[in-house]
T-cell receptor
Framework: GNSVTQMEGPVTLSEEAFLTINCTYT??????LFWYVQYPGEGLQLLLK?????DKGSNKGFEATYRKETTSFHLEKGSVQVSDSAVYFC???????????FGQGTTLQVKP | GAGVSQTPSNKVTEKGKYVELRCDPI?????LYWYRQSLGQGPEFLIY????????DSGLPNDRFFAVRPEGSVSTLKIQRTERGDSAVYLC????????????FGPGTRLTVL
């Protein structure tokens, strides 16, 4: 079946620290991979995506590379800010389908 | 422009009652999705519409749950004989087309079944 596993949170970092949130997946076929973010009091919004192996998605200083050999899509940012504090969800969309399958979410708290 | 809207934002009901949750997608988006998010979990897929028809309803947990999209725009998720375990945030999303198009999420309806 299709599933997504994220590292458990919460993750607490100081401002300007390096961020990695691990995400691995199980899927049949060739899924697309996504990172969604939910800021406090706001709805889910797409952060970045990658649609095929070795693609790198990037946005707002965040990036993730679609690694088929390790079935991973780890989220990274070189220098986090307090405003990055949010819940981050890794997700996949199985081949030729519309639905998203989400991980359980990882809470990031950045302290000044 | 206007995003995805959902009404009501909060709904409290008693066990055994019937509820309807409404979703207004972004204008022109042909695909519409319903998800359910329990506390501390990621959203769980329920159903996907392409136009007026349900393209994939494999996530509906049982026959108490039903969704319609009669004119290919607004959608209603209907839950019969609600149970306490149905308490969750129900999210709606829409995308321009199906497949891998970016999904835009609404703010959700928080359903509490007492």
């Amino acid at each position: 079946g299709n599933s997504v596993t994220q590292m458990e949170g919460p993750v607490t970092l100081s401002e300007e620290a390096f961020l990695t949130i691990n995400c691995t997946y199980t899927a049949t076929g060739y899924p697309s991979l996504f990172w969604y973010v939910q800021y406090p009091g706001e709805g889910l919004q797409l952060l970045l995506k990658a649609t095929k192996a070795d693609d790198k998605g990037s946005n707002k200083g965040f990036e993730a590379t679609y690694r088929k050999e390790t079935t991973s899509f780890h989220l990274e940012k070189g220098s986090v800010q307090v405003s990055d504090s949010a819940v981050y969800f890794c997700a996949l969309s199985p081949s030729n389908t519309g639905k998203l399958i989400f991980g359980q979410g990882t809470t990031l708290q950045v302290k000044p | 422009g206007a995003g995805v809207s959902q009404t009501p934002s909060n709904k409290v009901t008693e066990k055994g009652k019937y509820v309807e949750l409404r979703c207004d997608p972004i204008s022109g988006h042909t695909a519409l999705y319903w998800y359910r998010q329990s506390l501390g979990q990621g959203p769980e897929f329920l159903i996907y519409f392409q136009g007026t028809g349900a393209a994939d309803d494999s996530g509906l947990p049982n026959d108490r749950f039903f969704a319609v999209r009669p004119e290919g725009s607004v959608s209603t998720l209907k839950i019969q004989r609600t149970e306490r375990g149905d308490s969750a945030v129900y999210l709606c999303a829409s995308s321009l087309g199906g497949g891998g198009d970016t999904q835009y999420f609404g703010p959700g309806t928080r359903l509490t079944v007492l």
